[in-house]
């Protein structure tokens, strides 16, 4: 299943709740941008409603 994007595929990278552990967030979304994904982070300590 190849296809070719006219544009990079976005993806949302959100830490929902009140830990304060990112280290998997940041790292998955280092790698989908390597990988040339259009990565949007929003940091830490979001609501469900924020994302």
């Known amino acids: ?3 070719t994007f ?4 976005r993806v949302l ?3 929902v709740g009140l830990d304060g552990h ?9 790698s989908l941008r390597d990988a040339g ?3 949007i982070y929003t940091g830490l300590r ?3 409603e924020m994302v």
């Open 13 to 15: 990278v959100a830490k």
């Open 37 to 39: 994904m259009e990565v």
């Open 22 to 30: 990112d280290r998997g967030a940041k790292v998955i979304a280092s």
């Open 46 to 48: 979001q609501t469900p």
């Open 1 to 3: 299943m190849n296809k």
């Open 6 to 9: 006219s544009r990079p595929i």
